[in-house]
């Protein structure tokens, strides 16, 4: 652990939701830590557990069982009474979300829901929230702020309202941001301003920030730590320039050598990782990438059965540890 | 291209949409778009949400009637043809969808799904079965899987489906509206090398509808890229990548985020102003000045023309004042990088 403590830090973080067939483990034993002014980046698939992580961080894990530990600050926010989890949602982290226009009410007037915010929180006076309000859609970028705020949200267009909500998460001053797919619904030049102004309240606030996020690209342009999920498990974890300049786990180096780049010269047929994610109703007793990797097939038979038969743990290098029986550190392929 | 007929031709096809309300204007969503595909040709139509990429693909498969304007497939315009004059047509040009589960009946088993055009098109049954067994082969599924219906696939495995049941009848060309789009990162690759390979075996021709300037790249030989219903840039794939002369495709390409932090923070971005306008109220002149960093007067009230800057030039591009060069910063590392 680095000399200051993490503002968020979480521990084995385990998350299952009861179901007709049994339990369901959508995260499994996760654990990371984000520095203030930092942005951990966080990568998977559907049913990788990204979203569920964010979720069960900010407490919103509507009838799932959380286990393990999350702390903010020192404090730990596992088994807290929902009064005291309402206080620090909103105080000190926020939330924004893929589609905005279903996080916003569409009754009120955007400029009343910024402020609303506020007054719950710090039960702040009606004229004194109101102008927060103004203030918050100021530094978003929204022009014409104090004329915006008493327009409604369908008045606005899918760039606005993402900027609406990032108001809302920073009216109250928070010190974690968790954003999850904030652009996936966006076109590509209204992300390019979106991640631009995530950046900059980054910076001028110092916030710690956690992007989940399906886009490679997205964590490479924001991030400064990634977290690669699979099948409700860390995969890998690593500065953003050693995950992408020497991926260690054979799913990461998989996801990259799929991507159709921008920047390619080569022509030649895309290298597809086959089969499709796992499914969490019947996770399998080894490592959840193993149907798809590569690497079983190239090792020995006592090495295919570790794979098969034995969960990786997340090991290695503390600042680039991966969940793989034969990792490839120094980007030599496994 | 200019000395054989094209497989389909698109002349100054236009699609307006009645408004809501008593006095709402009508929502032109595309304005006079015109494009050939060679036989065996991949055209990447590419632009942002409301753009008119996916209605003028539909259009072509006559899901839509065009406003106006003509589709003519083969030599013969289509866009006017009755429905029931179009059904020896469905033969040849077939469409594959974005959502592979929504757009597969959930009650019917995948031999259904896959035999009924077939059957449309006077199959006995026994020979669209035997098709269909085949036409899962060659996308990839296992034939004996043929009983099974669409929830027992994945979101990959049913896009094969779909697109096997866009094969079935032998088709030349297959409008693909986003067909990667809803699947994950880990098995887009997968059909964009199915479909790939599927060009090369049956000599198709695809129009690829796509926001993913990345994966268009990949498929496409020639790109149109669109705002606000009109095309904005069309030529090679090369000419348009490499030296983007339209402001708009020059912010687009410079915006898409690339999978490698080094050349992220390396790169100058071009950050569009305001968001793309609506339609229903399309902005006079170039449609595209509010947002371009380069607008001037003539821009605000003269629409540019299609059209080709200099003799041998194979790009065309709607600009008064198109640009020339790879977009800085772009894979290289460009001086003056801005990160922000």
Redesign the interface.
Known sequence: MPETEPLLSVRDLTVEFPTRHGPVRAVDGLSFDVPRGRTLGIVG??GSGKSVTSLAVMGLHTGARVAGSIRLDGRELVGLPERELNRLRGRRMAMIFQDPLSSLHPYYTVGEQIAEHHRVHFGSRRAVARRLAVEALAEVGIPEPARRAGEYPHQF????RQRVMIATALVCEPELLIADEPTTAL???????I??LI??VQEERGLAVVMIT????????VAHEVLVMYGGRAAERAP??GL??APAHP?TR???D???????RD?A??????G??PSLLSPAPGCAFAP?CPRPALGTDEDRARCEGERPPLAGPAAHPAACHFPAYGGVAS | MSSTTPLLSVRDLTMTFPGRGPRAARVRAVDGVSFDIAAGETLGLVG??GCGKSTTGRMIVRLLEPTSGTVTYDGRDISRLPQRALKPLRRELQMVFQDPHSSLNPRRTVARTISDPLLVHGSSAADARRRAAELMDLVGLIPEHLDRHPHEF????AQRIGIARALATGPRLVVADEPVSAL???????I??LM??LQAELGLAYLFVA?D???V??VCDRVAVMYLGRIVEIGPKDRV?DDPAHPYTR???S??????????RARE?I??RG??PSPAAPPSGCTFHPRCPKAQDVCRTEPPLLRITAAGEAREVACHFPETGPVPG??AGGPGSVR?
């Open positions: 698939e559907s267009s899918g760039g606005m076109d590509v030049t209204v992300q390019a301003q991640l631009e950046a900059r399906h886009d490679l690209g997205v964590v490479a342009r953003v320039d992408f300049g799913y998989g996801l990259l799929s991507l159709p780049r921008l920047d390619d022509d047929p895309l290298r597809a990782i086959p499709s994610p798809r | 942002e949400s994945s979101g990959g495995q994950d990162v880990s098995v887009q690759a997968q964009v090398n790939e390979r926001h300037l990345s994966v790249k990949r990548y912010a687009l390409l915006a898409v985020p690339l999978p490698d932090p080094a050349a992220e971005r950050v569009l968001d793309p772009d894979g922000s």
